[in-house]
């Protein structure tokens, strides 16, 4: 029983280095984030008087959710603010390397990377997770969503409840 998240953190703690995570890594939370965003920003040349922090850490946020990857997100940028974004998209994931971190969108990302990446993995967690159970799943991004997808194995039973009028992030989509 967990969260999406508790869940990606003990798939992480264990597989992580099949993408590229150190056995220890820490997670980050929201002031180390906005610490780690301003340097990126200042590394990618876009000033803070240009463009809010906040607001370039949730597009970021967003291309995660999307599991956009720098590189991808940098292709599909067809606008000055997104095209600035994926600049500091690119300096913001070497920091968090650097400083053997990831922060919560990047659980779910790499999650999902891992089990498409690694057929043995997956198939080991088909195995493993018969039955699932996904409350409150009108709250369910995309990302969460592919996560659900990859546990999902030809035996697996799925079960998902939600309740349309409880959605509380609608503006996700």
Not at 63 to 70: E, F, I, R
Not at 151 to 172: K, M, N
């Amino acid at each position: 029983v967990g969260t999406y998240h508790r869940f990606a953190l003990r798939l992480l703690r264990i597989y992580g280095a099949k993408v590229g995570l150190p056995r220890d890594f820490a997670i980050l939370d929201s002031s180390d984030q906005m610490t780690l965003l301003k340097r990126a920003m200042k590394s990618a040349g876009v000033p803070e008087d240009s463009f809010r922090p906040q607001a370039v850490l949730g597009a970021i946020s967003a291309a995660k959710n999307q599991l956009l990857s720098p590189a991808k997100y940098d292709r599909e940028a067809d606008e000055f603010f997104s095209k600035r974004v994926a600049k500091v998209y690119q300096h913001y994931q070497a920091a968090l390397r650097e400083a053997g971190g990831v922060d919560f969108d990047d659980m779910i990302r790499f999650s999902v990377e891992l089990l498409r990446g690694q057929e043995g993995i997956r198939r080991r967690m088909h195995n493993r997770y018969r039955y699932l159970l996904v409350d409150e799943f009108q709250d369910t991004n995309h990302a969460q969503m592919a996560l659900i997808e990859e546990l999902c194995g030809p035996h697996t039973q799925l079960t998902a409840v939600g309740d349309e009028d409880q959605g509380i992030y609608r503006w996700r989509g």
